[in-house]
């Protein structure tokens, strides 16, 4: 029997290249389409690669019409919280006017499945936690607001051209399939694990803590770290759902367990046994204090179930990957 093709948009980055793996362990044929702007080519290992970007509407039809994809995963994303706030134009030209040209180019095509990741950032400053799905959507940077925008526009999108849509709204992504030599490798790098493990191996001199007089225990920002492939495992799940079901959904992810920046200093440094310089500077405009995430709803409707929950697990495995990566 033939494969049958997902296009993944983004799957040469971090998050895509884990889906387009799992989803070949699952006998599907993932379709790469990405511009390398964040990705890496050595990362597309498991099908066809397409260098293009979300903006070209005609390139994206005539890949959909020669791979007749039956569904798409969409994860060519700018994602950096701050740069969001410094470079609002670049995220919004990207997330959401690259997002709508993707989105008619499905319509054009008939495709009327997608995978979107969204975020927790939707969230804004959360009133209680764990964060529940229907909890107020009030977005504090732009990077939260355009993946805001593109859930309301899936939903006239659904309204008007009948696309159903899975939004996974994730917490902190975190570690690596290290045999597959995939990981989390951004350039510039602005997030905190991979930016420890780079402090350990001595590539930057000392990390940086983004404010130590925040309203938590010990005063740095608490986040909630899935791993890589329980994520994809969930992408896998999702596009499942959409094709028996038919019907589209709102779900977090994560692990509803929260750490905070100085605990996972503390838990890479345990694991590498490396020591360095930490230092406390300035809060990063438009982050919150705290997020972690109540994902009932995607385990009761995916039948979806995180495998790797321990943190010094998840780490471990970054720490594997970032060392043999970036080892000289
Ligand atoms: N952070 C930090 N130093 C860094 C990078 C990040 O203290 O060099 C903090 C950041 O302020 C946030 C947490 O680590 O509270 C996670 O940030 P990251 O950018 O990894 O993910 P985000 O939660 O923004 O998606």
Same mark, same amino acid.
């Given at each position: 029997?033939?494969?049958?093709?997902? =296009?993944?948009?983004?799957?040469?980055?971090?998050?895509?290249?884990?889906?387009?793996?799992?989803?070949?362990?699952?006998?599907?044929?993932?379709?790469?389409?990405?511009?390398?702007?964040?990705?890496? $080519?050595?990362?597309?290992?498991?099908? @066809?690669?397409?260098?293009?970007? !979300?903006?070209? #509407?005609?390139?994206?039809?005539?890949?959909?019409?020669?791979?007749?994809?039956?569904?798409?995963?969409?994860?060519?994303?700018?994602?950096?919280?701050?740069? +969001?706030?410094?470079?609002?134009?670049?995220?919004?030209?990207?997330?959401?006017?690259? #997002?709508?040209?993707?989105?008619?180019?499905?319509?054009?095509?008939?495709? $009327?499945?997608?995978?979107?990741?969204?975020?927790?950032?939707?969230?804004?400053?959360?009133? #209680?936690?764990?964060?529940?799905?229907?909890?107020?959507? +009030?977005?504090?940077?732009?990077?939260?607001?355009?993946?805001?925008?593109?859930?309301?526009?899936?939903?006239?999108?659904?309204?008007?051209?009948?696309?159903?849509?899975?939004? =996974?709204?994730?917490?902190?992504?975190?570690?690596?399939?290290?045999?597959?030599?995939?990981?989390?490798?951004?350039? @510039?790098? #602005?997030?905190?694990?991979?930016?420890?493990?780079?402090?350990?191996?001595?590539?930057?001199?000392?990390?940086?803590?983004?404010?130590?007089?925040?309203?938590?225990?010990?005063?740095?920002?608490?986040?909630?770290? !899935?791993?890589?492939?329980?994520?994809?495992?969930?992408?896998? $799940?999702?596009?499942?759902? =959409?094709?028996?079901?038919?019907?589209?959904?709102?779900?977090?992810?994560?692990?509803? $367990?929260?750490?905070?920046?100085?605990? !996972?200093?503390?838990?890479?440094?345990?694991?590498?046994?490396?020591?360095?310089?930490?230092?406390?500077?300035?809060?990063?405009?438009?982050? @919150?204090?705290? !997020?972690?995430? +109540?994902?009932?709803?995607?385990?009761?409707?995916?039948?979806?179930?995180?495998?790797?929950?321990?943190?010094?697990?998840?780490?471990? +495995?970054?720490?594997?990957?970032?060392?043999?990566?970036?080892?000289?």
């Amino acid at each position: 029997m033939q494969m049958k093709n997902i =296009l993944v948009l983004g799957g040469a980055g971090y998050i895509g290249s884990h889906c387009c793996k799992y989803l070949a362990d699952q006998g599907y044929a993932p379709i790469v389409f990405d511009n390398l702007s964040q990705g890496h $080519k050595d990362f597309v290992k498991w099908g @066809p690669f397409i260098k293009g970007s !979300l903006h070209e #509407t005609d390139k994206l039809i005539k890949v959909m019409k020669e791979y007749e994809p039956v569904a798409v995963m969409h994860l060519a994303a700018f994602l950096s919280v701050g740069d +969001s706030v410094t470079n609002p134009s670049g995220y919004y030209n990207n997330n959401v006017v690259g #997002t709508i040209s993707l989105l008619d180019a499905m319509i054009k095509c008939d495709i $009327k499945n997608i995978i979107f990741s969204s975020s927790c950032a939707i969230y804004g400053q959360p009133e #209680t936690i764990p964060i529940q799905e229907f909890h107020e959507k +009030s977005p504090i940077n732009p990077y939260g607001r355009t993946k805001l925008i593109i859930e309301h526009v899936l939903e006239d999108y659904e309204t008007a051209y009948g696309l159903k849509s899975v939004c =996974l709204r994730y917490f902190n992504a975190a570690g690596a399939d290290y045999q597959s030599k995939i990981g989390e490798d951004h350039s @510039p790098e #602005t997030h905190l694990i991979p930016l420890i493990l780079d402090a350990a191996l001595g590539r930057i001199n000392c990390i940086e803590i983004f404010g130590d007089d925040y309203n938590t225990p010990d005063g740095t920002c608490i986040r909630d770290y !899935l791993h890589i492939m329980d994520i994809a495992q969930a992408h896998f $799940k999702s596009f499942e759902y =959409l094709l028996a079901h038919g019907k589209s959904l709102r779900l977090n992810l994560g692990n509803e $367990k929260g750490y905070s920046v100085k605990e !996972l200093i503390q838990v890479v440094k345990d694991i590498t046994g490396n020591t360095f310089k930490v230092n406390i500077s300035a809060r990063r405009p438009g982050d @919150p204090a705290k !997020l972690i995430g +109540s994902t009932q709803l995607a385990k009761t409707t995916l039948n979806w179930q995180p495998q790797y929950n321990a943190i010094d697990e998840i780490i471990r +495995s970054a720490w594997e990957w970032h060392r043999k990566r970036f080892s000289v």
